[in-house]
């Protein structure tokens, strides 16, 4: 009865919960940004390079159905890779662009200042030091 008490406690935190929320919403963007990579540039990729599909690029290693090397998927999981982590930084670099323009719009805290007498911050409204109560 202990054990389930304690699961319940660790399972109703809060740092839990949003680490639930956030993987279910990474796996929700992990499909977009798949879907962006797969459906838009990889076939921009295609016209680039001449329409060739890295993922058919193999070498026969010997007379076996299983002797192939096939460095295509692998160059093509490089480049799928690559795409998907270019693509993330752009989103992240949007969204960080967009919260430093919403902390330009707050209004900065006034700068404190100090005591004459003891040399300690102070509020800029206090009128008087609240550590050696002296008038300011």
Do not use: W
């Not at 295509?72 to 969204?95: D, H, P, Q």
């Not at 200042?113 to 109560?133: F, G, N, Q």
């Amino acid at each position: 009865m202990k054990l389930f008490k304690e699961f319940k406690e660790f399972i109703s935190k809060g740092s839990v919960l949003d680490m639930a929320v956030g993987v279910i919403i990474g796996g929700a963007f992990t499909a977009i940004v798949n879907s962006l990579v797969n459906d838009v540039f990889m076939p921009l990729l295609g016209l680039l390079t001449g329409g060739v599909n890295f993922a058919n690029l193999s070498i026969r290693l010997g007379d076996g159905e299983t002797d192939v090397l096939a460095y295509g998927s692998f160059i093509s999981a490089v480049i799928n890779f690559l795409l998907i982590a270019l693509v993330l930084f752009f989103v992240i670099k949007a969204i960080n662009k967009l919260r430093s323009l919403r902390k330009v719009e707050e209004a900065p805290p006034p700068p404190a200042r100090l005591c004459p007498y003891c040399k300690s911050e102070i509020d800029p409204a206090a009128t008087r030091c609240p550590h050696c109560t002296s008038e300011l």
